[in-house]
């Protein structure tokens, strides 16, 4: 257990719709990262998040929206969903010290469109 | 930005070899290299990491080697086993930035 918790594990929605996706750092951790890996691909970089700012922004689609709130949780949203964002979302958590920039993984949430 | 090379994309050993993953990273600033284990259904679980000021760490059976003046780093797995079978990734990190991962190795471990 990475001690990164997301919800839900499993999402099936129709096209259109708007769905968030939570996650839970480590205790402790600072830095909130999301991840989108599709079928058999890599992990494409979203959006990070430091202690409550945006600190960097990958290619993260206009229709999706993330923040990461004062008890340093964080949500992804998707709006007017379409069947290619179906895929595995992922969030990592950090400390982001200067001594410690190790990054631990949630299990994920598997985002079904139909 | 920094990009971060993997190979091979595969590799199939018997139970017992041992098994050899290569990354190379185009910033020479970037000074934190983690390897991922991805199993089926999970999320990534770091292994093993190597920082800039070190050539080589090892944890039991696995060992990462960084070569900075080439700008690669490799991760190598002995005495292979079928629960190794895994997608490995590396990962390249410059200061606080984001991971930027390698495309992954999907290793299968025959018995």
């Known amino acids: 257990d990475s001690g990164v918790t997301q919800t839900p594990k499993h999402l099936i929605t129709a096209t259109g719709q708007r769905v968030t996706l939570r996650c839970s750092p480590r205790s402790g951790d600072l830095s909130v990262y999301w991840y989108q890996q599709s079928l058999d691909q890599g992990l494409q970089f979203l959006i990070q998040y430091y202690n409550g700012e945006e600190r960097a922004k990958g290619n993260i689609l206009e229709r999706f929206s993330a923040q990461q709130f004062p008890d340093l949780h964080s949500e992804l949203n998707l709006s007017s969903l379409e069947l290619g964002d179906s895929a595995l979302y992922f969030c990592?958590?950090?400390?982001?010290?200067?001594?410690?920039?190790?990054?631990?993984f949630g299990q994920g949430t598997r985002l079904t469109v139909v | 930005g920094e990009n971060v090379e993997q190979h091979p994309s595969t590799l199939s050993v018997q139970e017992g070899d041992s098994a050899v993953i290569k990354c190379t990273y185009s910033?020479?600033?970037?000074?934190?290299f983690p390897w991922y284990k991805q199993e089926l259904g999970k999320g990534p679980q770091l292994i093993i990491d190597?920082?800039?000021?070190?050539g080589e760490k090892k944890d039991q059976r696995i060992a990462v080697t960084l070569n900075k003046t080439a700008k690669h780093f490799s991760l190598h797995i002995t005495e292979t086993q079928p629960e190794d079978s895994a997608v490995y990734f590396c990962?390249?990190?410059?200061?606080?930035?984001?991971?930027?991962f390698g495309t992954g190795t999907r290793l299968l471990v025959s018995p």
């Open positions: 910033d020479s600033a970037s000074n934190y």
């Open positions: 190597i920082r800039s000021n070190v």
């Open positions: 990962a390249a990190v410059k200061g606080f930035q984001k991971l930027v």
């Open positions: 990592a958590s950090s400390p982001q010290t200067a001594l410690n920039t190790e990054a631990f």
